[in-house]
């Protein structure tokens, strides 16, 4: 079973067109043991084994990151976060004074005036530092991140929920867009073309100013890493974490600060919606990376634009994938159950809807069956496929809209709003969850941003087309089939902007563009890649002249100087 050795299932027939399926519904029949429960606490709470001076997992405040160091706030408003799968309070997270948020712009503004002169190869070497500290104590950015790499993902277990696995993960590929930043003489390199005799055009890539990224509680280190690309570009950023997980942005920045990044280049200010307001307001704040809700993303899209600011939105999501006939079962199954509920279903490019061609649809049941066998348990647990999802408050969401489907007609095939993990009784838990549904369903049309799946079956991959292209968000989507043409024809007519044939989670890798569209995005440029260099900068373009003529040697002349 999923959730507890000792549970109980119940099953009901439903029908799935012509095919047979079980609603499987998982209810607890458990014991818990409280002196287990408090043991498991204590082994998370202190599985942190070195000590930051920003972050708290013991019930202290976080603190701000200013001028390189880091400081206590005098905030009078604090967000408490609590570890989800125990709701041991862990930290509380300042709401930044105006006067603390001023003394952050001043310095960034003061830092970015110097750190704009200084040269590539320069800038190059300190992330080379970072990335050595993200691994072990060793010499260069790159290497710091990668010798911490287990000390961030520990923070994102406690904060946010994720497996420790996959809490790695999230810190792995944000590394990936730091090493691509490295190849900067590459990256900002410019054009330049003789236009004419003695005339030479040039356009170069200049740095913004100061900059800032506002960042989403699912991806606490991904996201704050692929923000850093600002830094290489020349600008100075301040980071905004979300304040629910705050942690793997301050390890960030202390690594930063121990690779060598100037005073005020780098800083992390705390807050919810008041802070968002003031990086909106604040002329000296010439661009804004999102990631995020619809709703809190197309509120920092106008304030933000109203002031002149360069700003990218990276909203909501719908990803759906199509299942052939003719994929590959074990591949096709394996992959929609990973994508789907990994991470608990909090990802922008989890799956959130599959669309059985045909004879396709014979597949749900075993569907049904292996989203069943994984495992829920809070992320230290070796074991554990699935942790809990961020707070109370998103567990009441999705268990709302599960239900909608059923008062609107929907199949529940396998239930996970009862969800139960032993030792746990408090843990925020939603397990696997199926649903036989369609268009016009509110667990269709809303983003769940949960473990669930709803599954449509159609009777064409035209059809299937179709279907996804109505659906107003267009960030990724998938197709399973070993047919080429078939694959070929989903790839260019299909809207969504990242595809995957047969890759469930089609997320490019940093050398290429991250490509959400539609109503996924806002502002029309790219978190990385090319399309990220474009966003931290803006093209100069100069053109001289220099007359050759100038350089001639001429012999002097003594008779009286006659202009031609």
């Not at 125990?86 to 930044?96: F, G, H, M, W």
């Not at 043409?485 to 260019?492: G, I, Q």
Request: aromatic share 6%; net charge positive; charged share 20%.
């Amino acid at each position: 079973m999923i959730f507890l050795k000792s549970s109980a299932s119940r099953f009901q027939h439903l029908t799935y067109g012509k095919h047979f399926c079980s609603r499987h519904t998982l209810s607890s029949r458990g014991r818990f043991f409280l002196s287990n429960s408090t043991k498991i606490h204590a082994y998370q709470t202190n599985n942190t084994t070195k000590s930051w001076e920003g972050t708290s997992t013991q019930g202290s405040n976080t603190k701000l990151f200013c001028g390189g160091k880091f400081k206590d706030s005098s905030a009078t408003s604090w967000s408490d976060v609590h570890n989800p799968a125990t709701q041991e309070l862990l930290t509380r997270v300042p709401n930044s004074t105006v006067k603390e948020l001023d003394e952050i712009v001043d310095n960034a503004e003061q830092a970015y005036k110097k750190w704009k002169d200084s040269s590539i190869l320069s800038r190059q070497q300190i992330l080379l530092r970072l990335l050595n500290q993200l691994n072990l104590l060793v010499h260069r950015f790159q290497d710091l991140l990668k010798s911490n790499l287990d000390e961030i993902a520990k923070s994102i277990v406690l904060e946010q929920g994720k497996t420790f696995a996959d809490a790695k993960g999230d810190v792995h590929r944000g590394i990936q867009v730091v090493e691509e930043a490295c190849a900067l003489p590459r990256l900002l390199m410019g054009d330049k073309l003789e236009v004419s005799k003695d005339m030479d055009t040039q356009t170069r890539k200049a740095s913004l100013g100061v900059t800032a990224a506002i960042c989403p509680f699912n991806f606490p280190a991904m996201i704050p890493l692929w923000s850093i690309l600002s830094v290489a570009c020349g600008n100075s950023l301040i980071i905004k974490p979300s304040e629910r997980d705050p942690g793997a942005s301050m390890i960030i920045a202390e690594l930063a600060a121990m690779a060598g990044f100037p005073t005020g280049v780098l800083s992390v200010a705390h807050g919810t919606v008041d802070i968002v307001n003031y990086i909106c307001d604040n002329p000296k704040i010439k661009a804004i990376s999102f990631v995020g809700s619809d709703h809190a993303g197309k509120h920092i899209y106008d304030r933000a634009g109203k002031t002149g600011k360069r700003v990218q939105a990276n909203l909501g999501a719908k990803n759906h994938c199509v299942i052939m006939p003719d994929a590959s079962r074990n591949l096709t199954l394996n992959s929609v159950v990973g994508a789907a509920f990994g991470a608990a279903g909090q990802r922008c490019m989890a799956l959130s809807v599959a669309i059985t061609v045909g004879e396709s649809s014979e597949w749900v049941n075993e569907l049904v069956e292996r989203a069943q066998k994984l495992k829920l348990g809070q992320g230290f647990d070796p074991d554990a496929e699935i942790g809990p999802v961020i707070s109370r408050e998103a567990k009441k969401k999705i268990v709302s809209l599960i239900g909608s489907a059923e008062r609107e007609g929907g199949q529940i095939l396998l239930d996970g709003r009862n969800a139960k993990v032993e030792g746990y009784p408090d843990g925020n838990w939603v397990g696997p969850t199926i649903i036989l549904g369609g268009p016009g369903m509110e667990c269709y049309e809303k983003e769940i941003f949960g473990p669930v799946l709803t599954v449509i079956n159609v009777a064409t991959l035209d059809e299937a087309i179709q279907l996804i292209n109505k659906n107003r968000y267009g960030n990724g989507t998938a197709i399973f089939t070993r047919d080429g043409a078939v694959a070929r024809h989903f790839e260019k007519n299909v809207e969504a902007g990242q595809i995957g044939v047969n890759v469930p989670v089609p997320v490019p890798l940093p050398m290429f563009a991250w490509s959400g569209n539609k109503g996924s995005v806002l502002g029309g440029h790219s978190l990385y890649g090319k399309l990220g260099i474009e966003f931290w900068t803006q093209n100069k373009t100069t053109t001289s002249l220099w007359q050759s003529i100038d350089a001639a040697g001429r012999e002097a002349t003594v008779s009286m100087p006659t202009p031609r």
